[in-house]
């Protein structure tokens, strides 16, 4: 299995910053990678596919970027409704991954 | 707008087997490329994908689950189903149904999950 993992696992922020999660897979795996915001008591939400395209309905303060082992999303100015988890996946092979997550939290 | 929403019993004892459903509205198990899904998440950790499958009969299995998953689905109902046998303390969890928008893929839709309890 490819093992995914993230940095930081909590970041305390305030609204307004610029906030940075970086995911690292233990092999290469091109830009086969999602991200996902998860909030308390709900399911997991869409934000970016293939490493860097914001999936429809997703602000576009939400960015990723990244190839092969190393990838991070980017949050350019943090808003209130951001404050969540937030999980990594890899889909390079068959055996889909997805990493512990980073949860964003009010500084 | 595709929906999914799972459905099954929120207690089971040790040693049976869990039992889930998932019900699509909104758009069709057998229509297009997508892959249907399940992943589930312990209370208060991470998310672990357990099984896909298309309405021809491709699956694909999480190795570490492999022997104990046997994943369905039910065109004329328009769902899909998951049985995971011989449960332990382990296999509690909220366990969510999802598309793949295609094989080896991301998950674009998801329901909003159900909590089950392995507890005699």
């Known amino acids: 299995d490819i093992q995914m993992t993230q940095s930081p696992s909590t970041l305390s922020a305030s609204v307004g910053d610029r906030v940075t999660i970086t995911c690292r897979a233990s092999q290469t795996i091109s830009s086969w990678l999602a991200w996902y915001q998860q909030k308390p008591g709900k399911a997991p939400k869409l934000l970016i596919y293939?490493?860097?395209s914001l999936e429809s309905g997703v602000p576009a303060r939400f960015s990723g970027s990244g190839s092969g082992t190393e990838f991070t999303l980017t949050i350019s100015s943090l808003q209130p409704d951001d404050f969540a988890t937030y999980y990594c996946?890899?889909?390079?092979?068959?055996?889909?991954?997805f990493g512990p997550g980073t949860k964003v939290d009010i500084k | 707008q595709v929906q999914l929403q799972e459905s099954g019993p929120g207690l089971v004892k040790p040693s049976e087997t869990l039992s889930l459903t998932c019900t699509v509205s909104?758009?069709?198990?057998?229509?297009?490329?997508?892959?249907w899904s399940w992943i589930r998440q312990p209370p208060g950790k991470g998310l672990e994908w357990i099984a896909f499958?298309?309405?021809?009969?491709?699956?694909n299995y999480n190795p570490s689950l492999k022997s104990r998953v046997t994943i369905s689905v039910d065109t004329s109902k328009n769902q899909f189903s998951l049985k995971l046998s011989s449960v332990t303390a382990a296999d509690t969890a909220v366990y969510y149904c999802a598309r793949a928008a295609y094989s080896q893929s991301y998950f674009d839709y998801w329901g909003q999950g159900t909590l089950v309890t392995v507890s005699s």
């Open positions: 909104g758009g069709s198990v057998s229509s297009g490329n997508y892959y």
């Open positions: 499958m298309h309405y021809s009969g491709s699956t």
């Open positions: 996946q890899q889909y390079n092979s068959y055996s889909l991954t």
């Open positions: 293939k490493a860097s």
